[in-house]
């Protein structure tokens, strides 16, 4: 497997692959995008291309990852025109642990049964009838949900934040598709990276409605991007540090053995829909999760880190909370214009 990086000192950016304890810099391309757009149009892997492009130049992996170096690590894969081109994205309900979450969430004083499970749980349950279609056939759609475009990305040692507006923050630790849409209209999956989806689970508990609002806060991609990765079952570990302790920690898993929806259906039911073909287009979607430190009654306070690893995708991801404030807020109302 290819792991590669985006990178910036100053103004100069660059293309490195991952080959501990070293990063080897890319000649001629600047950024994973032209790369991945060379590929398609030379109808070349992309991990060929990158190999094929390898210089002489490298620099020391943990002084970058440290944020002890010049260079500074970026989001692995952004577009060159700016946030705008890149639309965020997830599929919810996919993991059998955070279905279960979401239903002691939504699910009040009843005891579980048949006439009063959430809908939540109700849609968990068709992806587990449906949501792993035959080849060639198309299964049932998960829950999708739209996070916001390549604004809301942020790198790994980037903190995360929660708006003066929210009631709370949570990280999810997921791992994301990224794709690039080919001049013909063809998506093609880039690759894999580390993600932390951070979502309001407060705002989110007093009523399943408020889902699509809880998801449009800022979240994490990093620190590398890895091309062809294994997805069939990846184990892995989400970690809360508060100054020098873990106050929460645990095993995770995620990958199609996993998951109540195979990769192909996830995919179909996000791009069969014609305004996520646009040529040129960068798509971030997460997976979904399994399992929550919120689930487990773990509130996050401003300054903590939220550390995410996933086996066989390189370096952990970290970044930190931050809790913002903003006492002299005012109504965001619309100014007519007459």
Not at 254 to 271: K, Q, R, V
């Amino acid at each position: 497997m290819i792991r590669v990086v985006q990178i910036q000192n100053g103004n100069r950016r660059a293309v490195a692959m991952v080959d501990e304890p070293h990063l080897v810099l890319v000649d001629t391309y600047d950024s994973l995008y032209a790369l991945a757009r060379r590929a398609i149009s030379a109808g070349t892997s992309l991990s060929s291309l990158i190999q094929n492009e390898l210089s002489d130049q490298w620099l020391d992996y943990d002084a970058v990852y440290a944020g002890e170096s010049d260079w500074q690590l970026l989001v692995p894969f952004d577009h060159p025109d700016g946030p705008g081109g890149t639309l965020v994205s997830g599929t919810g309900l996919t993991h059998f642990g955070s279905a279960r979450d979401r239903q002691a969430m939504h699910l009040k004083d009843s005891p579980e049964s048949e006439q009063n499970q959430t809908d939540s749980m109700k849609m968990f349950r068709w992806g587990v009838d449906g949501g792993r279609p035959k080849p060639g056939e198309i299964g049932i759609a998960p829950e999708w949900f739209y996070k916001g475009n390549g604004a809301i990305l942020r790198a790994h040692d980037q903190p995360l934040e929660v708006p003066f507006y929210a009631e709370d923050g949570g990280e999810e630790a997921e791992i994301t598709g990224v794709y690039l849409i080919g001049t013909d209209g063809v998506p093609h999956r880039v690759g894999m990276a580390t993600g932390n989806e951070f979502s309001d689970h407060q705002f989110e508990k007093r009523n399943y409605l408020n889902l699509a609002g809880s998801k449009l806060r800022t979240c994490a991609l990093g620190p590398e991007l890895v091309i062809d990765p294994p997805f069939e079952s990846v184990a892995g570990e989400a970690r809360i540090e508060r100054g020098n302790r873990v106050v929460w920690s645990k095993a995770v898993r995620t990958g199609e053995s996993e998951m109540c929806h195979s990769l192909a259906n996830i995919e179909h039911h996000h791009f069969k829909f014609e305004t996520h073909r646009r040529p040129g287009d960068v798509h971030v979607h997460f997976f979904g999760a399994h399992s929550l430190s919120f689930g487990e009654n773990i509130r996050l306070a401003d300054g903590d880190t939220m550390v995410i690893r996933w086996d066989g995708y390189g370096r952990p991801l970290r970044n930190t909370v931050r809790i913002m404030t903003d006492p002299k807020s005012k109504p965001q109302v619309a100014i007519p214009l007459r």
